[in-house]
Each structure stands twice: as C-alpha cells, then as structure tokens.
C-alpha cells in the first residue's frame, strides 16, 4: 500500500511543486503527441479539409468530455483534501462513486444521445461540404465509443489529486504508443486494415486507453496504490455524495464548456469567411494541435496547483499552498515564453509537419503562431492560478471569469468586425490574444486580492 506523499505539505515549496508538476505537465504533453500525430497522418494522407474535420468533431466532443470532467474537478477537490487529512477510506469511496457515474453517464446518456445528435451538432460549426464527410463518422465514433478515454482522464486526475504523478504519467506513456500505433495502421491503411482516414484516427483516440484503464484499475484492486478498493462493491449511486461532487465542480465544468463554446462559434464565423476550410483547417492545425504545447502544459500545472492548494488545505496551511500555486506559474510562464520564440521565428518548419504549405492555409497558420506566441504566456499563468482557486474549492469565479473573457469579449469582438463586413482571419486570431489576456487580468487580480484567501486563513485560524 503505497504512502501519503509528506513532502507536498511539508518542507520547500519549490520542491513540492516540482513533484508534482513534471510528471503532470509531462503526462499532458505526452497525451496530446498522440492528436498532433493523427493531424498529421490526416493533413499528410486526407488533407487539410481532413483537418478542418477533425477540428470541428473534435470541437463539439470536447463539450461533452469537460462537462463530464465537472465531475471529476469535483473528486479532485475532495480526493486532494482527504489527502492531506490523510483520510484515506474517503477517497477511496470518492474515487470509486466517481467511476460507477461515469460508465452510467456513459452508456445511457452520452453514447446513445451523441450518435443521434452528430449531424445536427456539425451543422452548428458551419462547414462544407467534404469537411461534413470526414467529420461525421469522426464523431460517432468518438461519442459511441470513447468510454475507456474518460475512464482513463479519471483514474489519472484520481491519482494525480492523491499525490501520485507518477503512476499516471506511466500509464499515459503507454497509451500514448498504443496510440500511435493504432492511428498510424488505421489511418493510412497498413497491412490487412482498410484506409480509414478519420474515422482511422478516432477509432485510435477511443480505444488505445483500454489497456491503461485495465492496469490503473488491477493496481488499486491488489492495494497498491493510495487509493484503495472500495469497502463493499455495489451498482448502487451514493447521490448524496455525487451530488456535493457536481456541486464543486459543476462551475468548473460550465467554466471548460463556455471556453471550447467560444472556441465553436469561432470555428462557425470562420465559416463565413472566403477560403473558410484553409482558414479552420490552419485554427485546427495552429490553436487546437501545435498551440497544445503550451496548452497541455498548462492543464497539467493546474491539476499540480489544485492538488497541492488542496493538500495544503486539507493540511491546514493555506498560505503555503498559495505559494506553490505562485511557483507553478512561473515554471509555466517560462515554458511558454520559450515555445513563443520558436512559434515566432520557426512558424514554416512546423506547418509543413501537417502538410500545410499552401496558400492561404499558410500564410493563415503563420499569422496565427504569432498571435499564438504572446496568448500562451497569458494563457498557462491563468490555468495554474485557476488550478490554485479551484484547488481551495472556488469554482464560481473562475466560471464568472471564463464567460466575460471568451462570450462577451472574444464574440463579442468578432461579432462586430463581422457585422462591419470587415471580419478577416486576422482579426479572429487577434481576438484569442484579446480574451487570453482579459482572461489573464481578471484572474490574477482575483487570486492575488480576491476575499476567497481571506475566508480560508480565518477558516484554518
């Protein structure tokens, strides 16, 4: 039976963070090499209407996966703080109530109603025609078929919020590979496997968690892991407790759906546009795969910022979970910075990795890096100070904060440009600089001066 980690509320701040923010980040990272590797595969062997596809499919599933993910913010918060109480029965029920709603969510809800619904739901993003038909199938086949993937996102923020990074990043690890492998022969057609195309690339991304999951799930069954097999198995729903869960993190999920909203509608306007495929295969190829980079880092340093802020709690120091979440952004900041130099002056090299060296995709992609190469500066220290508020349970604000910065302001900007008949592909890339960076602001202020740091020191005395 593996221990509580100490270190994450004891001890150097700095070293704390680094526990946990390597292995996360990294997991991150190595969960999306697999997405930029069927972008290129499509871009390489469909083309770019077969990216723009795989864009606006995967627009619309993600919807899905971050509403289901409330729920799993909802386990974090309470898996980390029982953590740092050291409590670890609790966690234990948390973790496994959280498992049984998911494969009931699953099964009757998001698989029957998803495949129903695909047609009409691409018909919301405004694309053509010969995207419609890569996408479709696309779609189904993520909504039908994608249970071991939310399993998997699961078990890793389980662990993760328990104080063990490492597991998960293995178990990514492996994925990952199954993965590539199973991407690379379905997409393109190797050996006895017809040439699939899109359909080729979900079916990889739905299925290659499997054998993650099954080993995830043996490890906690033969008691080697901080969480532990419940005390009784049942098929029955603890609703008291999966409802204090959806409670927490309800907004977080309504936060999560509100920005990948705006990332939707967005795609739509760009549908308006001359030359609407070039311009959504490059949004698809720029912000949703290569800008990933910096993305996955940043989701991977607020699991870490949630988990230690917390554990802290739970420990009773506040303060010192504070500090890490501070210290998580820098490392975040730095890592960004770095990934903009290369977006700015290595722009080519990297679209001709997806095939798109043709105008206007092009000269599209390149412009949108190097808005790209100042948003994810803003964008990496907003998900880890979100990661520290959510961490202490304050879902609401960073829900708040998530609608003004991508409806009011980042729409809200293309809408008049769009209204001005005006509305270009570089006025929609400006405006993801304009919201990352409102974004950023009203973030900042709150976690720094917000009352909610307030509340929690006179709460632990």
Known sequence: MKAFDRDLVSGSVVRSVWKLAWPAVLLRLVDGLHSIVDHILVGNFVGHHGNAAVGA???????????????????????????????????????????????????????????????????????????????????????????????????????????????PLILGALTTTINILLSTTLIMGLGPFPEMGTAGAALGTSTAPSLSVAVGLFLIYRRKMIIQPPPRYTLKLDFALLKNTA???????????????????????????????????????????IFSLVTWAGFGLRIA??????????????????????????????????????????????????????????????????????????????????????????????????????IVIMLGWVEIWHQLDMLTPTLAWAALLVSQFSRWVMTQSVFTWGRWMKSLQELHG
């Not at 967005?266 to 030359?275: D, H, I, T």
């Not at 917390?310 to 500090?323: D, E, H, I, T, V």
């Open 305 to 406: 910022a949630a988990t230690l802020m917390g554990q802290n709690l739970g420990a009773g120091n506040p303060s010192r979970g504070k500090r890490a979440v501070y210290v998580a952004a820098g490392l975040g900041v730095a890592w960004a910075a770095t990934l903009g130099l290369v977006f700015w002056f290595m722009p080519g090299p990297l679209l001709a990795l997806f095939d798109a060296v043709d105008e206007p995709v092009y000269s599209y992609g390149v412009e949108l890096l190097r808005f790209a190469a100042f948003a994810g500066v803003f964008l990496v220290s907003t998900l880890t100070l979100t990661g520290g508020l959510q961490g202490a349970g304050e879902t609401r604000i960073p829900m708040y904060i998530a609608f003004i910065a991508q």
């Open 57 to 167: 499919a995967w627009l619309l599933f993600l919807v899905v996966v971050l509403f289901l993910a409330s729920l799993f913010q909802g386990m974090v918060v309470l898996v980390s703080r029982y953590s740092g109480m050291q409590d670890r029965d609790n966690l234990s029920w948390v973790v496994y109530q959280t498992f049984l709603a998911t494969i009931y969510l699953f099964a009757l809800v998001i698989a029957p109603v998803g495949f129903l619904i695909a047609p009409h739901a691409l018909a919301l993003v405004n694309v053509t025609p010969e995207v419609h038909a890569h996408a479709l199938p696309y779609l189904r086949i993520m909504f039908t078929c994608a249970a071991p993937l939310f399993l998997s996102l699961m078990l890793a923020m389980a662990f993760q919020a328990s104080g063990d990074p490492k597991t």
């Open 247 to 289: 409670r927490i993190g309800m907004p977080t999920g309504i936060q999560a759906v509100l920005l990948n909203f705006g990332g939707v509608l967005l795609f739509r306007k760009l549908g308006v546009l001359p030359y609407s495929a070039s311009a959504q295969a490059a949004f698809t190829i720029c912000y949703t795969q």
